[in-house]
T-cell receptor, first 115, second 110 residues
Framework: GAGVSQSPSNKVTEKGKDVELRCDPI?????LYWYRQSLGQGLEFLIY????????KSGLPSDRFSAERTGGSVSTLTIQRTQQEDSAVYLC?????????????FGPGTRLLVL | EDQVTQSPEALRLQEGESSSLNCSYT??????LFWYRQDPGKGPEFLFT???AGEEKEKERLKATLTKKESFLHITAPKPEDSATYLC???????????FGTGTRLKVLA
């Protein structure tokens, strides 16, 4: 079956522009995570969606970042007024619980470069 | 504070030279410890989940073990195709957040 997909795979933008990053999770997966991976850094948690519950936005670094998940499936991460420090790989993962055990499946990521 | 530290940062091995990667963790109650493999330009690929001290999992040349403070990823007779970054993450009991280490970059030379 299809895995997690993300688009675009690469995005180059100018400082101050807004960008939207898309994630299509595995069908039937109720949980969806967004992470940021900067060079030499571990994956940084950004936001978590679980079913119809309110998302956990505690990892979003500033109010320029927002995310939504429509219909419990596709998610969009929006970065407004991009800054050079936003340059990173943005990874999406989806997961489901089976017998109380969770496994995350990652997409290929979107590489964002802010000039 | 929940924390994950991986060592070494980078490791070069000759083909067939077995070794181990370390993941030390501090967490307020472990729900699970996860190992991933990440190839350049790709997202992490799930390898193993360990839930309790003493547990072991194996897959081909890889074996993961877990104690109350750390996990090891043992690589037996590695091949060049095992070259990748190996990531470790923990999930604390009662939460869904994953805390990731910075990874070990493994290079296996033919």
């Amino acid at each position: 079956g299809a895995g997690v997909s993300q688009s675009p795979s690469n995005k180059v933008t100018e400082k101050g522009k807004d960008v939207e990053l898309r994630c299509d999770p595995i069908s039937g997966h109720t949980a969806l995570y967004w992470y940021r991976q900067s060079l030499g850094q571990g994956l940084e948690f950004l936001i978590y969606f679980q079913g119809n519950s309110a998302p956990d936005k505690s990892g979003l670094p500033s109010d320029r970042f927002s995310a939504e998940r429509t219909g419990g499936s596709v998610s969009t991460l929006t970065i407004q007024r991009t800054q050079q420090e936003d340059s990173a790989v943005y990874l999406c993962a989806s997961s489901t619980l089976a017998g109380g055990k969770e496994t995350q499946y990652f997409g290929p990521g979107t590489r964002l470069l802010v000039l | 504070e929940d924390q994950v530290t991986q060592s070494p940062e980078a490791l070069r091995l000759q083909e067939g030279e077995s070794s181990s990667l370390n993941c030390s963790y501090t967490v307020s109650g472990l729900r699970g410890l996860f190992w991933y493999r990440q190839d350049p330009g790709k997202g992490p690929e799930f390898l193993f989940t360990l839930y309790s001290a003493g547990e072991e999992k194996e897959k081909e040349r890889l074996k993961a073990t877990l104690t109350k403070k750390e996990s090891f990823l043992h690589i037996t007779a590695p091949k060049p195709e095992d070259s990748a970054t190996y990531l470790c993450a923990v999930q604390a009991a009662g939460t869904y957040k994953y805390i990731f280490g910075t990874g070990t970059r493994l290079k296996v030379l033919a």
